[in-house]
Structures are given as C-alpha cells and as structure tokens.
C-alpha cells in the first residue's frame, strides 16, 4: 500500500495540529495503520496505532490523553490529531501500514512494512 503523510508545520507549545495519511493501492481495511516518528539523533518510535476496524487504538504513554489516532476506510485515510503539543514532540511523523484484519495489534516498527514519506511537526517553546 502508498502511503501519503501531510498536515505537519511549526506551532507553539499547547496548540493543535492533525495528520493526515492517505493510503492507495491496496484493500486499505486489510491493514493495521500506526504513526511513528523519529526525532533527530533518535530511534524511530511508535506514536499510536490503530486496528483495521478502528476498534482497537493504542498509544505512547509520552502522548496518552493528548493525541488521537482515528481512521475513514471509506476514505482510506487516517488520522493523528494532535493536542497540548510540547517541544518534546518535535519529530518527523510517518504514517505506516501493517497487513492485518486482526484486533490485537502491536506498536513494533518491524511489523510493518509500508511507511509514508515523513512529515515534519516542530513545537517551539
């Protein structure tokens, strides 16, 4: 599956941001979707991910309570809306693809093999 990542900028500490992914070339309900990001110098770490059905959502406990992960297969779009932003949120986003019509999901990079270009969220303090 492509993957398509946009609505990263620059905001302040405390504001709002959403990403959007949008996916081609495959049965966009077959896959788990995730977003990650990989700030400068650092792994590349899980954000949150979400089921194929959109009933299962799991997050970083460094975003829980701030950020949102939704999804529109009718679209074939998911979506990381982002709120209470801190500096140390800083990082390029990517959205990732995981072929999987099941609801237990996992937050590993190595399980998923489709990933989106990157888009950059700086959070100034």
């Known amino acids: 599956v492509q993957l398509q990542a946009s609505g990263g900028g620059l905001v302040q500490a405390g504001g709002s941001l959403r990403l959007s992914c949008a996916a081609s070339g495959r049965t966009f309900s077959d896959y788990a979707m995730g977003w990650f990001r990989q700030a400068p110098g650092q792994e590349r770490e899980f954000v949150a991910i979400i089921s194929w059905s959109g009933g299962t959502t799991q997050y970083a406990d460094s975003v829980k309570g701030r950020f949102t992960i939704s999804r529109d297969n009718a679209k074939n779009t998911v979506s990381l809306q982002m709120n209470s932003l801190k500096p140390e949120d800083t990082a390029v986003y990517y959205c990732?693809?995981?072929?999987?019509?099941?609801?237990?999901?996992?937050?590993?990079?190595?399980?998923?093999?489709?990933w989106g270009q990157g888009t950059q969220v700086t959070v100034s303090s």
């Open positions: 990732a693809a995981r072929f999987s019509r099941s609801n237990t999901i996992v937050g590993a990079t190595r399980y998923y093999r489709d």
